[in-house]
């Protein structure tokens, strides 16, 4: 390839254009270029940072903000899809590792990470994202000491939400068997995952909405590092467990773990076997302290009755005796007998002179008036009645000999006078078929006028003894 030179009008100096053969491309092709040598080249990679200029999904669902550190600043995209699936969420100045293809953005000439997976850059941030968390629930009163309930003292039904594999169901029973064994429910979900913290408020409202309820929830999951515990920091679980209808006790990890949804419920347990101690009373203690309550009762009720015979009978000493107390009464009741015979015979003159008085006044014309009177009516009412019986009598009898009639006319016994024959068997039930009699069978056939017994020589002939 041989120099080209040119000659500049304004310095007049010669200019050597180098390679004045080079190829000419597109914009779009230098964009697509460099779009395919950063994919080459990079490809998926893990990146640290800050997140920055963080404003949630846009109207597409979407995310858009970028990753810094101190020195520098790379955009970052989230596709509708993938934060769905995001287990952290986003919020402005959290530490990251977001996990990603490196790509560019021909129409702003920038080059970008397309985010897949997303997570806080250690348990500090882990941290800092609790703390915040925990603040924002508290100031909503999910954590109010004054909404908690107490747990029920000995509940009939316990509802379980923890692993059906893992060794913190076999505690729980174990431990509930041997303090006082209840009818236990579980609901099985994940402990640790993606989709931890769904199951795991699903189970709680699951529970709330059963017919028949537990009386008590417990939440249970074997201790853990903060990672394999998140599931439980999750606001899902945080606000079910604050919204739950029934008591709920946390036994999520160890003594020392503690997680968010430890603030929500109602009672916190160290382990899942505290929890089960806490569910319920220890049998055996409640026995002794029954008989305990019982022995104390009726050594109670002992002295108590005891005291009131000694009252009684210091009170019956004060009393007077019956025969003091009927004493008054009975001398009384003498001198009142003494003069009521005395009485009696004067009362007896008085009315006999009183009597005396109107003797001769007195008529019986007026009453034997009224007698007359009284009997000339109770003639008459009586021959009414006589009359009106007769009638009756009369109609009645009427009635009834129509009724015997027909019934006389509806009875068999006029079936018989016809011609006909009534059979029965030896235990006076009609025979209403010829294949019904054995052979040898005892018989009564009923005529008209009397009976008749008969025996079955053979079905096959017909014939009668």
Avoid at 248 to 263: F, Q, R, Y
Avoid at 424 to 436: I, K, W
Wanted: proline share 5%; hydrophobic share 40%.
């Amino acid at each position: 390839m041989s120099n080209i030179w040119d000659h500049d009008p304004e310095t007049g100096e010669i200019i050597e254009e180098a390679k004045a053969n080079l190829g000419e491309y597109s914009v779009s092709e230098i964009a697509s270029a460099l779009k395919r040598t950063l994919e080459d080249r990079f490809g998926h990679v893990r990146v640290r940072g800050e997140i920055s200029g963080f404003k949630g999904p846009s109207a597409s669902g979407h995310c858009y903000f970028c990753i810094k550190d101190e020195a520098a600043r790379l955009d970052a995209v989230i596709w509708r899809g993938s934060f769905g699936r995001l287990r952290t969420k986003l919020q402005e100045g959290l530490e990251v590792i977001a996990t990603g293809k490196i790509t560019s953005y021909p129409m702003k000439s920038n080059y970008q990470i397309i985010v897949e997976n997303i997570e806080p850059a250690g348990a500090g941030a882990l941290m800092a994202l609790l703390e915040e968390r925990k603040r924002r629930l508290a100031a909503e009163g999910l954590f109010d000491p004054a909404r908690k309930r107490p747990i029920p003292y000995l509940p009939k039904l316990i509802g379980v939400v923890t692993s059906p594999t893992g060794a913190v169901i076999r505690d729980i029973l174990h431990r509930l068997n041997d303090r006082f064994p209840r009818h236990v429910m579980v609901w099985p979900v994940r402990v640790q995952g993606d989709t931890c913290a769904a199951e795991v408020a699903a189970a709680i409202a699951g529970f709330n909405a059963m017919a028949r309820k537990p009386d008590v929830i417990i939440v249970a999951r074997g201790g853990g590092s903060l990672e394999d515990l998140w599931g439980f920091n999750e606001e899902a679980v945080v606000r079910a467990a604050a919204a739950s209808a029934i008591p709920v006790i946390s036994a999520v990890g160890h003594e020392t773990d503690t997680t968010l949804i430890d603030h929500a419920a109602d009672l916190r347990a160290p382990t899942p076997t505290a929890a089960a101690e806490m569910a319920v009373p220890v049998r055996a203690d409640l026995m002794a302290d029954l008989a305990r309550l019982d022995a104390r009762a009726q050594g109670g009720l002992r002295r108590c009755m005891d005291d009131r015979h000694t009252r009684v009978k210091s009170a019956s000493r004060a009393l007077p005796r019956p025969d003091e107390l009927l004493a008054l009464v009975r001398q009384r009741f003498d001198s009142a007998s003494g003069r009521l015979v005395q009485a009696l015979k004067a009362n007896t003159r008085d009315h006999g002179a009183r009597l005396n008085r109107v003797a001769p006044r007195l008529s019986l014309a007026p009453l034997r008036a009224v007698i007359a009177n009284e009997r000339r009516s109770l003639d008459l009412s009586g021959r009414r009645a006589a009359q009106a019986l007769t009638r009756l009598v009369a109609f009645s009898r009427q009635r009834f000999d129509g009724v015997a009639k027909l019934a006389d006319s509806l009875s068999y016994k006029s079936v018989l006078r016809r011609g006909f024959a009534l059979v029965r068997n030896e235990s006076g039930q009609p025979v209403h078929a010829a294949a019904s009699v054995k052979p040898w069978q005892p018989l009564r056939l009923e005529f008209a006028d009397g009976e008749v017994q008969v025996r079955e020589d053979s079905p096959k002939q017909g014939r009668l003894l």
